[in-house]
């Protein structure tokens, strides 16, 4: 593999092979053993019995030409009624059980690929972006979903049915089964062109689908940025651009299918026609009786309405193949298990570490330039640093390898005597928490949400953390206080009540060291204030870095980094940096003549 498909490689989450797709299937099903074995018993009886009556026709035949009792007429006419019958049950007991053992099949897929999802290290997220996450969890188990719903019960019933009318054809003669079977390298020869080439094309629509998801969420993610600089033209473009790209791969399948469907076709023509003719050669040569000549060609014209639904279902049966490559290679990931469930909580008698930067040198994948470079920080225990610089500065960057988000090129983090390149993500939020900008209320009562960081808190340690950071008023006043149903379908809470509540958590989880990025940016200038009492309420007597969005914000912390291109430039109290005039000097006039 070269350097450049290395490097897109690494930008998406992993795609399993079809072996190792075909495995985790097979794997899986020995986990219900009865019911796969229900499932396949009841699909062979069901080919059988559709079979049963094209070859008592050939005995009807037989028995005319021979001038036997009209009573085999009767007992023939009994059997085809009974395989009627008995054929009809059998279809709709094996079609209930193949959806009910891909359903089971589908849950533990969907419910392994989110657990992984929800494991991956977060710096493995912001790799891969959004879109291929969402696309993979969301679009993926959709197509999944449809095709157990229609395209797979539908080519698993037909495969068995045309092996069962296959062996029927050589029951009657080997001859005539060979006959048919004529048509199996054409058959192969259109498979073997199909095959190959299908799996990548649809591997690639996929792929356009995610690309096109992760445009749309970039762009509604910065939907204010994106009219604050009036650049709604070029995101269009973008999302125009993608959705082309998705809808140009999809009338390429479509052509492509139906190339294959006309190859299958004409492997039909040769198998009948081969049929007919050996079968009549063979009837003149009375070698197989009028019957078995007219019920070999019905047989492997019965082959025809199976096949038929294969090539015309094997579209979306491609389609959820390839989502399930997508889909199993997520499982491969290596997810963390301890990101996923109870979150690891520092002992509440901890007290507050020191924080060491040393010699950090940081640079993404894609870029050559560092956005970090030989960076030394120095937080003493329970006290706060703030990062201030322009945007593109390194400071998000800076304050997630802190907190353990990433690994750097060269120098250490250390939270107390400890490097945290010898941790893991999980064992690393135990030391520290990280609060952005993005903070989420999920939907549920208002206490679940404030549990996400201690699952076992009381009620009354609920309220002690909101209390701390000035919330526990309006929470009081909800309609049914903590228990109240919040986010969508519930209560709606503007910035400040949300950021509040991230605040809370980020009391619950009584980590020793606090990153916070940014975390009250969006809020109003109203709430500014208010957030601000907060944060200084929540961090008492932790180890705080800030990424400052307001230089007021900055002031407040007990000193003061600046940074440029990646370098610390400034370090000092407010009042040093501003009087030495430098690059802090310049920000805090700037701010305060905007102000």
Known sequence: MSTADTRVASTILRTATGREATRWVVAHCREVPGLTLATVLTTVAGAALQVLPVILLGQVVDGVVEGG???????????????????????AASTYLIGRLGADLLARLREGAVRAVLGLPSARIEQVGRGDVLSRVGDDVAVVSKGIRTAIPTVFSAGVLVVIATAGMFGLDWRLGLAGAAALPAYALALRWYLPRSAPLYQRQREAQADRAQALISGLNGIDTVRAYRLEGAFREKVSTESW????????????????VGRENRAEFIGLVVIIVVGYVLLEAGLVTLGEASVAPLLFHRLFTPLGAIMFTFDEAQKSGASITRLVGVLSEA?????????AVAPADAGAYPVTVAGLTFSYPESERPVLLDVDLMIPAGGSLALVGATGAGKTTLAALIAGIGTPQAGSVRIGSTDLAGLDEAEARALVSILTQETHVFSGPLADDLRLAAPAATDAELMDALRTVGADAWV???????ATVVGEGGERLDGTKVAQIALARLVLGRAPVV???ESTAEAGSQGAAELDRAVAAACQGRTTLFVAHRLTQAMTADRIAVLDAGRVVEQGTHQELVALGGRYAR???AWREGS
């Open 245 to 260: 790209r998705v809808r140009d791969l999809g009338v390429e399948v479509f052509r492509f299918f139906g190339r294959f």
């Open 335 to 343: 997810p963390d298990e301890r990101l996923v469930g109870d979150v």
């Open 515 to 517: 990153v916070l990025d």
């Open 476 to 482: 009081t006043a909800l309609p049914d206080g903590p």
């Open 587 to 589: 920000l805090w006039r």
């Open 69 to 91: 009792p009209r009573s085999i007429l009767v007992t023939i006419g009994v059997l085809l009624v009974a395989a009627a019958l008995l054929g009809a049950a059998a279809a």
